[in-house]
């Protein structure tokens, strides 16, 4: 259950327009407005403040709702508990038959003050109860979807009162009040490049360390968001290509492509934009060139043609990465808050990886001839 918060930048707008219609994982059951029920909520119905959503789903969709601004879990405890919001956590446990409260209700065995930590959400036999919060009584068995401190998991981890207890990934509240100077410094980055002439490095660092010291995200937070499976594939394809070019498997495999492709130039552009174009979706456009561009440097060679087209070529093809989420950074960066499958980006971004490879092949011998 979350509530409206006044001043929500979602009041007066229909349930389609909030984006609470299709949501991934979950749906809007109902909206509680001072005494009246609304079921069956239709995608024309206009929020206002104070409205109580009754959500149903799964509950790693939860996260996708604190993203929203303005929008609250429905209880009052949260706001009791010790430290900020931003340094909690969502937890899953599970009430065992050890737990000194069983049959009474979460009010009346006063959880927060015990457990410094709020209930948000019971489930009994894979179904929610609908019921306010504080009046559920517990049972052993139950489900509890837990906001605290993430010391809350290391505390019952052990405990005979907890069957399970396991946090929910990326469950922290985002910061929406410091949501403003993360767009200030965004666009002072952008400034830094485009205006004064800023290495990128340099201006992204510079970025990075605003953020962490105006705390839009915090130290842990910034060390946790570093991937370091891409860094290490770049590094990788670094090293391969380097090892391509030096021992001479460049000219090996260009001299393959050429003789498949009976030395003609405009084939072999083909087949090296189409590699490059499925090498870049599964792994990064840096390293997809980086392997590529020894072999087409050696592929110009052998054929005795120009080598801009195929450069040109590699810069384009490393660059489409629509086919897939981890192709590129922005890809990755909309396919959870948008609720977006694999499926998604193949039956999309598929049909215009295919219309930008068909447009390189023709385009680009035009613009820079095999022999100028």
């Known amino acids: 259950e979350m509530i409206v918060e006044p001043g929500c930048p979602l009041?007066?707008?229909?349930?389609?327009?909030?984006?609470?219609?299709?949501?991934?994982?979950?749906?809007?059951?109902?909206?509680?407005?001072?005494?009246?029920?609304?079921a069956a909520v239709s995608s024309n119905e206009r929020l206002a403040a104070n409205d109580q959503l009754v959500f149903v789903g799964?509950?790693?969709?939860?996260?996708?709702?604190?993203?929203?601004?303005?929008?609250?879990?429905?209880?009052?405890?949260?706001?009791?508990?010790?430290?900020?919001?931003?340094?909690?956590?969502?937890?899953?446990?599970?009430?065992s038959d050890s737990f000194r409260f069983i049959n009474m209700s979460i009010r009346t065995a006063k959880f927060r003050s015990n457990y410094?930590?709020?209930?948000?959400?019971?489930?009994?036999?894979?179904?929610?109860?609908?019921?306010?919060?504080?009046d559920i009584e517990l049972q052993r068995g139950d489900t509890l979807l837990i906001e605290a401190h993430p010391s809350f998991i290391d505390q019952q981890r052990n405990s005979r009162e907890f069957f399970l207890v396991s946090q929910v990934e990326d469950s922290t509240p985002p910061r929406h009040e410091r949501a403003w100077i993360a767009r200030t410094i965004l666009l002072a980055m952008i400034l830094m490049v485009a205006i004064f002439n800023i290495k990128m490095i340099?201006?992204?660092?510079?970025?990075?360390?605003?953020?962490?010291?105006?705390?839009?995200?915090?130290?842990?937070?910034?060390?946790?968001?570093?991937?370091w499976g891409v860094l290490i594939t770049i590094a990788a394809g670094l090293g391969i290509g380097r090892a391509i070019e030096n021992s001479g498997a460049a000219v090996l495999i260009a001299s393959s492509f050429t003789g498949m492709a009976n030395n003609s130039p405009l084939i072999v552009l083909a087949i090296l934009s189409l590699?490059?174009?499925?090498?870049?979706?599964?792994?990064?456009?840096?390293?997809?060139?980086?392997?590529?561009?020894?072999?087409?440097?050696?592929?110009?060679?052998?054929?005795?043609?120009?080598?801009?087209?195929?450069?040109?070529?590699i810069i384009i093809s490393a660059a489409a990465c629509?086919?897939?989420?981890?192709?590129?950074?922005?890809?990755?960066?909309?396919?959870?808050?948008?609720?977006?499958k694999y499926a998604d980006y193949l039956r999309i971004g598929g049909p215009l990886t295919l219309i930008v490879w068909l447009m390189t092949v023709i385009i680009v011998p035009l613009a820079w001839p095999f022999n100028p």
């Open 11 to 38: 009041i007066g707008k229909t349930i389609e327009q909030a984006g609470l219609r299709h949501l991934p994982g979950m749906y809007l059951m109902e909206i509680d407005r001072k005494d009246d029920v609304i």
């Open 58 to 95: 799964i509950v790693e969709s939860v996260i996708d709702l604190q993203k929203i601004p303005g929008l609250k879990p429905a209880t009052d405890q949260l706001f009791k508990l010790s430290g900020p919001r931003s340094e909690r956590c969502l937890i899953e446990a599970v009430v």
């Open 116 to 134: 410094n930590a709020a209930v948000i959400a019971v489930a009994r036999n894979g179904q929610r109860i609908n019921k306010k919060i504080g």
């Open 202 to 227: 340099v201006a992204a660092m510079v970025a990075a360390g605003l953020m962490t010291a105006t705390r839009c995200c915090s130290a842990t937070e910034a060390k946790r968001s570093i991937d």
């Open 275 to 313: 590699i490059t174009l499925v090498l870049t979706n599964l792994i990064t456009a840096k390293a997809t060139a980086t392997l590529i561009f020894p072999i087409a440097v050696a592929a110009a060679a052998t054929l005795n043609v120009d080598v801009m087209p195929f450069v040109i070529t």
């Open 322 to 340: 629509f086919a897939t989420p981890i192709g590129y950074q922005t890809n990755l960066m909309v396919f959870g808050p948008g609720g977006y």
